[in-house]
């Protein structure tokens, strides 16, 4: 209970009914005489005006929502040790395995959507832009075998990565978001 008087004045000014501090429970009660009554700040401006804000808080949420596709990409492309699985994932995110497939489904995505594209644009820039063996570009993206990281890239691309690699030339002068969205391009041209 606060000890200044002033600060007591103030509670029984604004709630004019008996209060109770340090409570193990927040309650109060409503004469059922009340609530049939007319709220004094009903009126159609108002009711525009709320319906606004909330509007504005739930397109703002969604809008935040669709930051875990986002930042779930570009934490794969930060990791130089392969994409990590899902349950990695949601640890590392400090998140359930399910509330995270929620929230991708919620955005319309999957982790497997996403890790695929992440998978398929390193592959194809390493591909493209680097002369290392197929091996090593599949032990880079984590895959156990290089066999598992054909099937992969020729699932998610339609070519094989020699075919790919016949058929895009070694960019090694490209740089930066350029590349990205090249690759993302020489990609999708070849499927």
């Not at 709220?39 to 108002?46: E, I, M, R, V």
């Not at 075998?145 to 895009?168: C, K, V, Y």
Request: proline share 6%; net charge positive; charged share 25%.
């Amino acid at each position: 209970e606060p000890q200044d008087p002033a600060v007591l004045a103030q509670y029984q000014d604004w709630y004019q009914c008996p209060r109770r501090f340090d409570q193990p429970v927040g309650r109060f009660w409503v004469r059922e005489s009340t609530l049939s009554q007319p709220l004094k700040t009903a009126d159609s401006a108002g009711n525009s005006a709320f319906r606004q804000q909330c509007m504005y808080a739930l397109k703002s949420q969604q809008s935040e929502a669709q930051c875990w596709q986002q930042d779930i990409r570009a934490f794969f492309y930060l990791r130089s040790e392969g994409v990590p699985d899902m349950k990695a994932l949601s640890r590392l995110l400090d998140m359930p395995e399910r509330t995270l497939r929620y929230r991708l489904q919620c955005e319309g995505s999957s982790y497997r959507e996403l890790r695929d594209e992440v998978l398929q644009q390193q592959a194809g820039a390493l591909l493209a832009t680097t002369h290392l063996p197929v091996g090593q570009i599949a032990e880079r993206l984590g895959y156990a075998e290089p066999a598992a990281f054909i099937r992969a890239f020729q699932r998610m691309s339609g070519w094989t990565p020699g075919q790919f690699r016949l058929t895009t030339p070694i960019k090694s002068d490209l740089n930066g978001k350029n590349r990205r969205g090249l690759l993302q391009g020489l990609i999708q041209s070849n499927a």
